[in-house]
């Protein structure tokens, strides 16, 4: 009877808890970023303001494109991570150009541009590679094809779901 009454203890694997606390701290840079949005004068100024949020949330984004990378090795889907890094410095890029009106911003935005749009685009063509890679290997091994469709749509709403945070933090921020 008294082990019917004792506490069943729930134990995660390293990787879950490892997994569980990158996203918590991916969580909490972007929304300490975004509550510094609302917050201008949060620190006193708004230089300061700006600058710690924007470096939040471009930290909060990069955590996001390296737990998802985490979560995606186990599928063999690549790709994710760089599509994201190359978003992160194309949106680091798109602040620069609306924000600093000389040619040194032109100057150093160009070179992130540069390296934003080639991971960008690196990583879109991973991805299509690895899926379709996937693909044939699932047809070879004679699995049915709907566990492909499935690691497509779950691959697309990840993508899906931090191409909205970027709209929303462009949007709050009056970039677009």
């Known amino acids: 009877m008294n082990e019917k009454l004792k506490e069943k203890k729930i134990v995660f694997s390293e990787e879950?808890?490892?997994?569980?606390?990158?996203?918590?701290?991916?969580?909490?840079?972007?929304?300490?970023?975004?509550?510094?949005?609302?917050?201008?004068?949060?620190?006193?100024?708004?230089?300061v303001s700006?600058?710690?949020?924007?470096l939040f949330?471009?930290?909060?984004?990069?955590?996001?494109?390296?737990?998802?990378?985490?979560?995606?090795?186990?599928?063999?889907?690549?790709?994710i991570d760089n599509s994201i890094?190359?978003?992160?410095?194309?949106?680091?890029?798109?602040g620069i150009y609306y924000c600093?009106?000389?040619?040194?911003?032109n100057v150093l935005g160009f070179v992130i541009l540069i390296i934003g749009l080639y991971g960008g685009c690196r990583g879109i063509l991973e991805f299509i590679y690895s899926i379709i890679k996937i693909g044939k290997e699932k047809k070879k091994?004679?699995?049915?094809?709907?566990?492909v469709m499935k690691e497509i749509i779950l691959m697309l709403s990840e993508m899906a779901g931090m191409g909205l945070i970027v709209i929303q933090i462009l949007?709050?921020?009056?970039?677009?």
């Open 100 to 105: 600093i009106k000389h040619w040194i911003g």
């Open 171 to 176: 949007q709050a921020t009056k970039v677009i």
């Open 141 to 147: 091994e004679q699995k049915n094809e709907l566990n």
């Open 50 to 54: 700006a600058v710690i949020q924007w």
């Open 16 to 47: 879950i808890d490892s997994t569980i606390s990158g996203f918590a701290l991916v969580i909490t840079f972007i929304v300490i970023g975004i509550f510094l949005i609302f917050n201008k004068e949060y620190f006193g100024n708004q230089i």
């Open 57 to 79: 949330i471009i930290i909060g984004c990069l955590g996001f494109a390296t737990e998802i990378s985490k979560i995606n090795k186990g599928m063999g889907i690549k790709g």
């Open 85 to 94: 890094i190359g978003i992160v410095l194309i949106m680091i890029w798109a």
